[in-house]
């Protein structure tokens, strides 16, 4: 017995399986391209582990995914592999379109191919679960009800319509051919190992830098917020309870917009690593809006709490404080994951200066 996770050397996907391997022995089989945010020290506490096997490699490439699933025989995929920056798909949107969409289908495919050579018994145990983003679902108003599975689907960056494209991928695959497909939508995750061109972890490693700390223009931007290790443990409920072919939200009950973020980053860096240049707040600049943003997300997390009983254990207070002791805690981490590549696009990205056209 064993599982197939896609991206887990990426920031949700190192999480889950370093989770995964806390709770069971059952082992995982790791494939992940390792692109710019893939990152094995993520897995460091890892070597060694024979219940843990790495493969790098690209979910495109057919014929490596055909020999894994031959080799190794998952009960389950659990599919995280994805390009997922909204920033970087609105600059380059090729990658989006092959890993989240080409990516997702010649990974069905080879599933597929897979699940039909199983014996029944074992058929109707196989899982194939895709984890997704609640940005497919589109923008909300500020008194608009949030989210919920039965939200119709309104893209509006490359990134969310990449995403929505492989939703609907799966949910084909499912009806089509009857592949049993669980696939989960999940609120703006946090926590440890995840790589610094996201908010919060760029206002932690901005702030201890002394650099600006960039806000996108008014900062009233809403996002639910989801501790990562509680979007591990949704997914594991799901995988392990969910009914086949359902959509599950997994959200943090955290609405805050980002400008309260940023200042709640930089009172907890006040406390635990307080500045001689004074209060971190003074760093925070407001930069040009980014095309298209997104006014407000928000999930509706009832149905898997209903179905499921799963309900996030960590507040935000919580959840915030764990994450920036984490940095505090791991600054070899960082200093790693700093390339002169990354820091050169950070500075483009984010630039008070750049063209508002």
Known sequence: MAILVTGGGGFIGANFVLDWLSHSD??????????????????????????????????????????????YRPR?????????????????????????VEGTFSLLEQARAFWGTLPAAVRAQFRFHHVSTDEVYGSLGPTDAAFTEEHPYQ????????????DHLVRAWHHTYGLPVLTTNCSNNY??????????????????????????????????????????????????????GETYNIGGWNEIPNRDIVQTVCSLLDELRPSPAGPYGHLITHVTDRPGHDRRYAIDARKIERELGWRPTETFP???????RWYLDNPDWVAHVQSGAYREWVDRQYSAASDPT
């Not at 893209?155 to 492989?166: I, Q, R």
């Open 26 to 71: 059952e082992p995982v089989i790791n494939l992940d391209a390792l692109t710019y945010a893939g990152n094995l020290e993520n897995l460091a506490a890892l070597r060694g582990d024979t219940r843990h096997v790495f493969v790098k490699g690209d979910i495109c490439d057919a014929a490596l995914v055909g020999r894994l699933f031959a080799e």
């Open 76 to 100: 389950a995929v659990v599919h995280f592999a994805a390009e997922s920056h909204v920033d970087r798909s609105i600059h380059g949107p090729g990658a989006f379109m092959r890993t989240n």
């Open 155 to 166: 893209p509006n960056s490359p990134y969310s319509a990449s995403k929505a494209a492989s």
């Open 191 to 244: 926590g440890p190992y995840h790589f610094p061109e996201k908010l919060i972890p760029l206002m932690i490693v901005n702030a201890l830098a002394g650099e600006p700390l960039p806000i996108y223009g008014d900062g009233m931007n809403v996002r639910d917020w989801l501790y990562v290790r509680d979007h591990c443990s949704g997914i594991r409920t799901v995988l392990e309870r969910g009914r086949v």
């Open 318 to 324: 919580s959840g915030i404080r764990k994450t920036v």
